[in-house]
C-alpha cells in the first residue's frame, strides 16, 4: 500500500488534507474543480510527502507538472535525457515511444521550437522512460488532440504494468477518468470528497453532483 498522510496550509488555510492508503499498481484519475487541491497533492508527493506528512522512504517519483518544459536539445536528446546513450533497450523504447504519439519525423528538431501539443507530448514521453514506483502526471494531455490523448492513455497504462507502478494522473476530462483509471478520486477544498471506479455515473455527494452538472 501507498500511505499517504499530508497537509499544507496557506498561512492560515489549510488547502490539502489527504490521510488515506492507496493500493500499489493502480491508476487513480484525480477530478475537481480549479484550487480544489488536485495539483497541490501530487506536487506534495512528488517531494515524498515532504510537507506535514510522510511515505514510504522506498518509494520513488517521477513527476510530470502542469506546465510542461523542453530543454534546448532534439526531440530524440529531450526524451533519452536521462537514459544512457549505450542503453539499447531504452534507445528501442524511445523510438518505439515516438512512433506511436506521433513525434518521430520530429526526433531531430530543437524541442524549443515545437508546438503546444508536440512540447507535452515530448515531455511525457521523457517522463514514461524514467522507470519509478510512482508517477504523477498533471493534466499530461490538455494540449493534444482527442486522438492522440487516447494513445498517451495506452502508454500511460503500458507504464504501469512495465513498472508496477502506482499512477496519480489529474485530468480535466470526465470521460478520460473514465477510461484510464481504476479508480477516480474527486478532490474539493483540499480533500478527498468521493472516491471510486462509478462515481461519475452514480455521484453520492452534493459537492460532485454540482461539479458535474457544471461539465
Keep these: 500500500m ?3 498522510n499530508a497537509k499544507k496550509y496557506y498561512g492560515d488555510m489549510l488547502v490539502l488534507d489527504v490521510d488515506r492508503s492507496f493500493e500499489e499498481g493502480k491508476i487513480y484519475a484525480i477530478i475537481g474543480n480549479n484550487g480544489s487541491g488536485k495539483s497541490t497533492f ?3 508527493l512528488s517531494k515524498q510527502i515532504s510537507i506535514k506528512g510522510t511515505i514510504e522512504a522506498s518509494k520513488n517519483c517521477v513527476f510530470m507538472p502542469q506546465i510542461t518544459y523542453n530543454f534546448d536539445l532534439s526531440v530524440k536528446n529531450n526524451i533519452l535525457i536521462y537514459t544512457s546513450s549505450k542503453n539499447q533497450e531504452k534507445q528501442k523504447l524511445a523510438e518505439d515511444l515516438m512512433t506511436r504519439i506521433g513525434i518521430i519525423d520530429l526526433k531531430k528538431k530543437n524541442a524549443k521550437k515545437l508546438s503546444g501539443g508536440e512540447v507535452q507530448k ?8 524514467q522507470a519509478s514506483d510512482i ?15 487516447q494513445i498517451a492513455e495506452e502508454l500511460i497504462k503500458e507504464y504501469k504494468a512495465r513498472n508496477n507502478s502506482t499512477v496519480f494522473i489529474v485530468t480535466h476530462s470526465i470521460s478520460e477518468a473514465e477510461r484510464i483509471s481504476d479508480e477516480i ?6 480533500k478527498i ?8 455515473k452514480n455521484p453520492q455527494t452534493e459537492e460532485l453532483k454540482q461539479f458535474l452538472n457544471n461539465k
Excluded: C, H, W, Y
Design 2 to 4: 501507498v500511505n499517504v
Design 42 to 44: 501530487l506536487k506534495a
Design 122 to 129: 515530448t515531455a511525457l514521453i521523457r517522463t514514461l522512460m
Design 135 to 149: 508517477l504523477l502526471l498533471d493534466e499530461p494531455t490538455s494540449s493534444m488532440d482527442m486522438q492522440s490523448s
Design 185 to 190: 478520486l474527486f478532490f474539493d477544498n483540499g
Design 193 to 200: 470528497v468521493e472516491s471510486g471506479k462509478d462515481i461519475i
